[in-house]
């Protein structure tokens, strides 16, 4: 019986749901494409160092480790933009112009089983390396925003958040780790007793516990960007900020405005982010569909200094979503199912052979006589074909699956 199981955290795709996931990766895909994005394959697994601590994703215990025949540390990768900084380093060191690379494939967290969670997860992702521009930023950003709505979504927004304004702020009030950790995390959590509690030391500028304490808010329109410029007097904070204002009017030029919001408590995500990071949410499904963020550090790690942006839609968040919104992912019903009996084997396979040079697909199939007509109509309509045609002895019997309709025909009408 265990032979059937699959471990905890993974877990088959077939039928139906499995073409459309294929689908959908087709159709994001080719979005990437039209904004000139190249594709990228990097290994499933690589050297235990791609994912340290210091490039700061996620914690080690959290990683699926095994050894290669030298006794060297492998990892599953857990992230793809490790990876894809590690060979952008190695391939394209020299380059002058802006990188722009799209991938596809999954990766592999190690999180505990009691959460429900995936272990295996599909992420199709880009990243824009070497542009260190607004531009680039709003590209990224209106990339998300297209391949939602590729998708089919209507309702979704894409949370922007600024890691730049947090730790320029904590850099003035100058906390211990610990103390910034638990800051970061009772903000987080939106827990104000928390934040009340660390801020409560004397010394402390008034200004920078006003913003500490109202920073648990600060999420919605543009408004609360404003908001916040107006609380703080840190260079590097209102820097941060104008950053978000100027993507903001960027992305009016798109026309894609309406499909943002902003969230200054947005603290809890890889360390490699140094700028700008988002998150996209729609209802149906609790995790983020789509994650990502500027990381200006992390190319500088494999020996390439260049600033970087990109993003990964959780193919699997967005296919759960899209079923429990009732939207579907229209796939091409153009496959025709031959069914035929041994004598008009020849015929048979000389017809599939002059389908499938017209583009059509065709599965072929020897007929069993103990099987009844309805069989293999219930089969076709699993598996979304949409003819039938039952060949034997000369006659054929050509089935339309979704109108129900029966033609009788003979061999001379599908062969000339
Ligand atoms: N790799 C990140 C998403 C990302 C891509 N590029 C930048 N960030 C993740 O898995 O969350």
């Given amino acids: 019986m265990k032979l059937l199981h699959t471990p905890e955290g993974v877990r088959d795709i077939y039928n139906g749901e499995c073409e459309k996931k294929n689908k959908l990766q087709e159709n994001l895909h080719n979005t990437l494409k039209k904004y000139g994005y190249h594709p990228i394959q990097t290994p499933t697994f690589e050297f235990f160092d791609v994912f340290n601590h210091e490039v700061g994703t996620i914690p080690s215990k959290d990683l699926f480790k095994f050894f290669d025949r030298e006794g060297n540390t492998l990892v599953l990768r857990p992230d793809i933009t490790p990876s894809i900084a590690r060979a952008a380093s190695k391939y394209f060191m020299d380059e002058k112009i802006p990188i722009r690379l799209s991938y596809m494939g999954n990766t592999f967290i190690n999180n505990s089983s009691y959460q429900g969670r995936l272990k295996e997860s599909t992420q199709l992702g880009a990243e824009l390396i070497g542009d260190s521009s607004v531009d680039a930023d709003t590209e990224i950003i209106v990339l998300v925003i297209e391949l939602l709505l590729t998708a089919g979504l209507k309702d979704f927004q894409v949370s922007i958040g600024q890691v730049d304004f947090f730790k320029s702020l904590i850099k003035e009030a100058n906390f211990d780790e610990e103390t910034e950790e638990n800051l970061r995390e009772y903000i987080t959590n939106k827990n104000i007793f928390g934040v009340e509690e660390i801020l409560s030391i004397p010394e402390f500028s008034s200004e920078l516990k006003e913003i500490f304490l109202k920073m648990t808010h600060l999420f919605g329109s543009i408004e609360v960007v404003s908001e916040a410029k107006r609380l703080t007097t840190n260079e590097g904070a209102i820097n941060a900020l104008q950053r978000l204002e100027k993507i903001y009017e960027v992305l009016s030029f798109y026309g894609f405005e309406q499909y943002v919001s902003f969230d200054l408590s947005m603290l809890n995500s890889y360390q490699y982010y140094t700028g700008v990071i988002f998150r996209a949410f729609t209802f149906g499904t609790g995790d983020a569909v789509v ?25 699997d968040q967005l296919m759960n979503a899209l079923a429990r919104q009732k939207i579907d992912i229209p796939i091409e019903k153009n496959t025709t199912l031959i069914v035929y009996t041994e004598n008009m084997r ?41 003819e039938i045609l039952i ?26």
């Fill in 391 to 416: 060949i034997n002895n000369n006659k054929v019997k050509k089935i339309n699956i979704e109108e129900k309709h029966i033609q009788e025909l003979t061999m001379e009408d599908l062969l000339y």
């Fill in 291 to 315: 994650k990502g963020g500027r990381y200006d550090q992390l190319m500088a790690r494999f020996g390439k200094n260049s600033p970087s942006i990109g993003f990964a839609v959780v193919i």
């Fill in 346 to 386: 020849q015929n048979a396979i000389h017809l599939a052979m002059n389908l499938r040079k017209k583009s059509c697909n065709v599965e072929l199939i020897l007929m069993d006589y103990n099987n009844e007509t309805d069989i293999y109509e219930d089969y076709a309509l699993k598996n979304h074909i949409q």
